[in-house]
């Protein structure tokens, strides 16, 4: 049951970024590409078990980045 419930919380997690992805997807299509997608998908089906840790010069080039800017 608790097996289950992990992969059906995970499929939910999916799914929502499925949406929000093809959403971004085409009122941006220039930057985005369905790799961008499968990258994503898979840190949910093998989550990492390591923390990365950014300064705040790596987060501000990470939004820019996501930005567009």
């Known amino acids: 049951m608790i097996t289950d419930h ?10 929502g970024i499925i949406t929000a992805f ?4 085409f009122s941006r299509f220039k930057t985005l590409s369905s790799s961008d997608l499968e990258e ?5 089906d093998n989550p990492s078990k390591q923390k990365v840790i950014m300064s705040g010069e790596e987060m501000y080039g990470v939004m ?3 930005a567009g800017i």
Not at 6 to 15: L, V
Not at 40 to 44: C, E, G, P
């Open 64 to 66: 820019k980045r996501l």
């Open 40 to 44: 994503v998908l898979k840190h949910i």
């Open 22 to 25: 093809y959403s971004a997807y």
């Open 6 to 15: 992990t992969e059906k919380i995970k499929e939910k997690q999916k799914s």
